[in-house]
């Protein structure tokens, strides 16, 4: 793609973005502080910028006035950049000069990406289901055994085929298809889990059909459902698509499911949700790659626990009670077209194997799709969606534990927190003097709320400039309009009511802050204890891996800075995007990585946070920003320093 | 049961019957003849004999005057045996002096039944699907996997099993299942066929359900379908019943089936009428045993290779054309439901695999039940049906061909020929001077016809009585009206037209009879075919089984005579009724027997007789009552003395 170089003066900061980026991401993405509160709709036109080299496209907006624009003053809100350009940030909307030094680009984890010709190399990419192009000899009076007898026999010959078993289906196929192109065939076989067992022949078509194998691949997730059409062959994805989880009226959170779901006819009505979600997926990443949905042959399914037993119609009832068991671990392998889904009749269904009530399959999914279980390193799993999943461990063991942390960074019990969708503040800066934000929303419309991403770096912004000080509570002497007090709490106005979508000041309050400081401490707490069972310590971790939709816009320093990531080198953390669909993903070309689930699974050891002593103590412990043990933070001061601005 | 003495006067002949026996059908088995032409209906008359010790039931009639009736004398086929009688056969309807030192009771092949208790103390006694009941521990928080996992665990410790797998529909229920009485439940167990593969977990209940194992057998025949409700415990059968196969109106045989079934959408009719036949007869089984259809967990079902196919939803088109190719030998275990079946959704159905085209799973079956399978003896295994199959073999080897017999022995090409039902003569004697017949017809009404076991009877007496000759013609130089020559044939007039229900005289042909002995050839080609392939012959029989409906009727002296049976001791020749349904009956109570199943089928190797050249000499020397070579005979005039009248 096309790359752009944007120069940011007075601050002397260069950046390269993609065409088409948008100015004010470009800035906030290099650090550079613009005022900036509509979000983007050009409302406050705090974010005048002078083009001082090059041109923007658009950018101009009537709070411009004729001669501004002449001179080149331009929205940054409103201005895409389409070459190198040169970019003067006006001092009435910049920070004073004593900060120019102290601009620095935001550190995000490495994307780590599946790299299909490792496991071609390893000759582990073998498919669970394989379509393979036979001649059959015709039968003659010499050889008048039954159509499937010359079959087997000639998949034992020429292939070396065994313990082969017909699908009655095919059966009821096989004499006509047999004959329709003269004895030629493709068989589609789904591979046994373990060596030595059943190889079923699952479907038959006339010709050879072997160029089209395809599979499916679908995280459930609470909140949002995604799902990726494959290419068995190459491993490629051929096309994605992602939708809200039908369930969403129903409730929020699992729990919230499971206690709609326990009355009446409840938990049918979700299960039909759920699995008109999905079969809108499958239909329109079918419809976006023109396949034909008989060339599909395998679909793996990943979700949390609850999202599973909802989805294949098990009564999640007993996973919200004491003493909070699932009703399996591991599900058996059966048709789609079995679970409601809109698929072809042979086509199968796997369902990634759970842990525990809280320790799901979209957890699994992402261990197994990370790579985490066959690794020397020592890993910190973290899966950060709706609920927080932790793993820690290597490829001879494996600690989990679900972390109650609440959904504070998901914007729940937060007086303006709110999902990750449109409106919602998902960036910010602070001009350290004025006090002044910078905001991005998503969608660059106005405010409405603020997401987890926006209520982490609001966190670690207002930590970094000493507005908060590390207990959370707000340094009232400062001078600002900005910071003030309303029923008996401090709060930060972020954005003033004319200038947001609710006709409201959207603020932080010290409750809020007081959640988040729980949540993250939970998840702290989380790490500590899960380490400290099997006698290690944070210092002791080779590598961090992100999963989930929050984990990819963490800064990793701002995480740090507030204690939610344990503070390691950067360089050490990756970001696997969504884990649960990536093993998905995994699961439905590589048999052997099948193979190993089990296991895998078997090795995972779980942890009731509620139930172990010392969480209480490491939480309490946590209850600071970043953490009371400040020797857990070495590297605070400094990177306080910084990035204060 | 009362059994009652009869003894037939002038013969001194004394036969010992049940309570209720009719009086002619008592004449019959003893071989005393008394003329009846009218098959019970009191029309003829001719029947009249005279009580002299103890009395008779009914008998009596308009067509006896008042003197008669007070002197004694009774219609022997209105009469009712319920106590010893003395009964004297008038001259004038029996055979004269001359013949009363060759009377001579019939010899019918000995039944043989299933002795579950061999099975038994062999530890051979393991039912296909089994229920265990368990006491699965509660969670705790000391133990909170999964109510899957702490099930298995319990399984293996307390009953050591292994490799349990469950379906889905299993865990579904589980965990509300598990709940009901207080964690106690029966489980539902599918056996693997091989051992080291998966136990299915299919059903589960709360309480203990261990008492109620219950199973189903099945046999479809072309013409009949059979089903019995066992105990899979004790072995019983609890309850049977059996119809027509709702197919008949489609076609009278398996070719005619095919032949319907290849136009449009006509082999989905044949499905859906042959699965409503079948379920008409589980509703009434289960209704005459009172049982719950849940407690059914398995169904077996065997049938010829044609019936099978139609039943499953496989075109069975290939079956006859050239190569004469079945679609497979193995059918894959499934759901009953799936087939249509109106069972619960766990029952798995079990289908008998084939041999060929033509010979099938009934015959297997018979193999599998007969324990032929097993023997150390040369075995000669006779299936008579619609079709007629031919096993020869023991524990080592087997060969099998189906016979092209055609449809003569089951009425078929014989002009007054017909399906052995109410009206059809099923028994016959003559009066060796007179040569008036004795008739006894299904139902005991009126003639309509011939059923096979009439005609087989009818030859081997016209033969033994010198009315036809070895050649199967008629002595021309007989001194009676019955045998005349119409169109340019000659024929025995076996009932007067005014005595039956067609209004036209009921005849045997010449043509008929030579129809009869090509059938009876096609069969003993076929036994010789199959030994000579072995270097074997007729001598080194040990054994032969008979099964099938046409079975249970055959006089072996007569079959023997007429060349139908090779001629070995009688004492070697046993019947075991619906062979087919025995071998379904004991797959679904021993799951030793169905290992074996798979096994003997490959052993059985398949003649087409008609593209085997010895056939057809052994055919043409076949062709002769009872044969060419009467070395293979040399009974049969010692047979036909006796036997004479």
């Not at 980026?21 to 036109?45: D, K, P, T």
């Not at 036979?134 to 010499?142: D, F, G, H, K, L």
């Not at 290597?394 to 609440?406: F, I, P, Q, R, V």
């Not at 204890?529 to 999963?547: P, Q």
């Amino acid at each position: 793609m096309n790359k752009h170089t944007i120069t940011f003066l007075p601050y002397k900061k260069q950046i390269h973005v993609n065409d088409g980026e948008n100015l004010i991401r470009a800035a906030m993405e290099a650090g550079v502080h613009i005022n900036a509160s509509c979000g983007g709709e050009g409302v406050c036109a705090k974010c005048r910028v002078l083009i001082e080299e090059g041109s923007v496209e658009d950018g101009i907006s009537e709070r411009l006035s004729k001669a501004d624009i002449e001179q080149g003053y331009r929205l940054a809100c409103k201005s895409i950049v389409r070459s190198d350009i040169v970019v003067r940030i006006p001092v009435e909307s910049s920070i004073d000069n004593s900060a120019l030094n102290v601009v620095s680009q935001r550190k995000k984890a490495i994307i780590e990406e599946i790299d299909i010709s490792i496991l071609k190399e390893a000759d582990k990419f073998l498919p669970p289901v394989e379509k393979i192009f036979v001649s059959v000899p015709e039968p003659s009076n010499a050889n008048n055994s039954s159509d499937a007898t010359r079959l087997i026999n000639c998949l034992r010959e020429q292939f070396n085929e065994h313990q082969l078993e017909f699908e009655m289906p095919v059966l009821q196929k096989l004499p006509d298809v047999l004959r329709e192109k003269e004895h030629q065939i493709t068989l589609t076989i789904a591979r046994p889990v373990r060596d030595g067992h059943k190889n079923n022949i699952i479907d038959v078509a006339a010709g050879d059909r072997t160029p089209h194998k395809l599979a499916i691949a679908v995280d459930i997730g609470t909140t949002t459902v995604y799902g990726e059409l494959l290419d068995t062959h190459s491993g490629d994805v051929l096309a994605s698509y992602g939708d809200f989880n039908g369930q969403i009226s129903y409730g929020e959170d699992v729990i919230s499911r499971i206690v709609f779901a326990e009355k009446g006819d409840n938990a049918k009505t979700l299960q039909k949700v759920v699995v008109q979600t999905i079969n809108k997926i499958i239909e329109k990443i079918i419809h976006r790659a023109k396949v034909n949905i008989t060339d599909i042959s395998i679909v793996t399914l990943a979700a949390n626990t609850t999202m599973t037993q909802l989805f294949l119609g098990i009564n999640p009832r007993y996973i919200r009670r004491s003493p909070y068991v699932p009703a399996t671990m591991f599900y058996p392998q059966c048709k789609a077209v079995d679970l409601g889904l809109n698929m072809d009749s042979h086509t199968i269904a796997l369902i990634y194997p759970c842990v525990s009530s809280y320790v799901g399959g979209d957890v699994v999914a992402g261990v197994m799709g990370s790579g985490m279980y066959q690794t020397d390193e020592l890993t910190l799993f973290i899966d950060m969606g709706t609920n927080a999943e932790i793993v820690i461990g290597n490829k001879e063991w494996l600690t989990c534990a679900a972390c109650s942390a609440g959904p504070a960074f998901e914007g729940g019990g937060v007086e303006h927190g709110m999902r990750a969708s449109k409106g919602a503040i998902e960036d910010f800066l602070i001009d350290p003097v004025t006090f002044e934000p910078m905001i991005l929303t998503i969608g660059n419309v106005r405010p409405k709320g603020i997401c987890g991403s926006g209520l982490l770096t609001m966190l670690a912004v207002l930590l970094e400039n000493n507005i908060i000080g590390q207990n959370g509570k707000f340094n009232t002497e400062l001078k600002t309009n900005r910071i003030r007090k309303q029923n008996d709490t401090y709060e930060y106005v972020i954005v003033w009511a004319d200038q947001t979508q609710i006709e409201r000041d959207i603020v932080l309050t010290e409750i809020d802050i007081d959640n988040l400081i729980r949540a993250k401490a939970a998840m702290y707490s989380g790490y500590m204890t899960l380490l400290t069972s099997v006698g290690l310590n944070i210092a002791d971790l080779d590598r961090i891996i992100l999963a989930g939709g929050f984990g990819s816009y963490v800064d990793l320093d701002k995480a740090m800075t507030i204690g939610l990531l344990p503070e390691v080198d950067p360089e050490k953390v990756t970001y696997i995007g969504n884990g649960s669909l990536m093993g998905a993903r995994m699961n439905s070309i590589s048999n052997h990585l099948r193979q190993d689930v089990g296991e895998t699974v078997a090795r995972m050891t779980n942890f009731e946070l509620s139930e172990t002593p010392s969480y209480m103590d490491n939480y309490m412990a946590a209850l600071f920003l970043p953490h009371t043990d400040m020797s857990l933070f070495p590297k605070f001061n400094v990177r306080k320093e910084e990035k204060k601005k």
